[in-house]
């Protein structure tokens, strides 16, 4: 058992450095492309850090066949938009109190309300009827719903995309350039950004690994573990890149980087689980969806009654997160 600690440790480290290679390189393409804000942190950067989540259940589900990698599969599917609506959310908001308490920063969120609502808006139908599929017994009905879920989000980047919003300031030095003084070119760019996605897969394919033995050895339900243990790693680089945001006041960034990867979530891992998998969402897992669409509600009321964004909101995440927690633990 110790040694599969060390290989989910060290899996979570490559999943984590490829993350942050691939956002990197994401954000320098989003400046070249010259596109604001709001559709870098919700289209560009949400993507590349929902990568690790989104590549684990679809090798746990393509690549090995058994009832546990299966369960590993859709613990982590229901899982990353659970973690985003509850503990990434809360982060988020957690650490623009203590920054602004620092005198690093004031406690307004800058944030276009438009956009979180747009996000969080697609969040809920996606994902709301995809878990609603779950009762649908018809596995041709499923498949169909599932590529109508898939075609929604090339809408939802053409509004981001085309959306008015706060122009992105220049980004930080290409991480080849920084380590390797390699010449600062978009060669180099796609370069880092395809090397750390072939990074984040090789390191997701151990981490699938290391999970299943690890819940082996506890004797614990695989899909519990996977629910939890799994969203928790794979979800690092949306909080800390978040935490990173608001500390430099690109707040739209930061929530950009939340709800966009939410959206994302709610369409590519999900149409798989639905397609390859049985896709019966019960216990834990409805819960975790069922706390996830009801934080995007709370948010989009919030946003749309006040028309605007505050960190107090946010907290309620840690209120859900714990309530999940202690159901998990008293079964």
């Not at 799994?230 to 709800?259: C, F, H, Q």
Request: charged content about 15%; some cysteine.
């Amino acid at each position: 058992m110790f040694v599969d600690a060390l290989l989910w440790l060290a899996s979570l480290f490559m999943i984590l450095l490829a993350s942050i290679l691939f956002t990197n390189g994401i954000e320098l393409l989003g400046h070249r492309l010259k596109m604001h804000q709001s559709a870098v942190g919700s289209v560009l950067a949400a993507v590349g850090t929902a990568l690790p989540e989104t590549v684990i259940p679809i090798i746990a589900i393509l690549v090995f066949h058994d009832s546990r990698a299966m369960d590993v599969g859709i613990g982590a599917i229901a899982g990353a938009p659970f973690m985003l609506a509850t503990l990434g959310l809360f982060l988020t908001g957690a650490a623009i109190i203590a920054f602004s308490l620092l005198g690093r920063r004031t406690m307004e969120i800058r944030v276009a309300p438009r956009a979180v609502a747009r996000d969080l808006t697609f969040f809920i139908i996606l994902y709301g009827t995809a878990v609603l599929t779950t009762f649908i017994p018809i596995h041709a009905l499923r498949v169909v719903i599932a590529l109508a879920l898939l075609g929604s989000y090339a809408i939802y980047l053409k509004r981001t995309i085309s959306a008015d919003g706060e122009a992105l300031e220049l980004p930080d030095l290409l991480w080849l350039t920084r380590v390797f003084k390699v010449p600062h070119r978009p060669a180099w760019v796609v370069t880092q950004v395809v090397g750390s996605l072939a990074l984040m897969l090789v390191g997701a394919h151990i981490f699938i690994g290391s999970v299943e033995r690890i819940a082996e050895h506890l004797d614990v339900a695989t899909l519990l573990v996977s629910i939890i243990l799994t969203p928790i790693g794979t979800e690092l680089p949306e909080k800390l890149n978040s935490i990173l945001w608001v500390r430099r006041k690109k707040d739209a960034l930061a929530l950009g980087n939340m709800t966009g990867a939410m959206v994302f979530q709610s369409c590519f891992p999900v149409v798989f689980g639905m397609i390859f998998t049985r896709w019966e969402l019960r216990g834990a897992t409805m819960l975790s969806a069922l706390i996830a669409l009801a934080m995007g509600l709370f948010i989009l009321g919030w946003v749309k009654l006040r028309k605007s964004l505050s960190p107090w909101p946010l907290l309620l995440g840690g209120l859900m997160y714990g309530v999940f927690l202690a159901y998990v633990l008293g079964r």
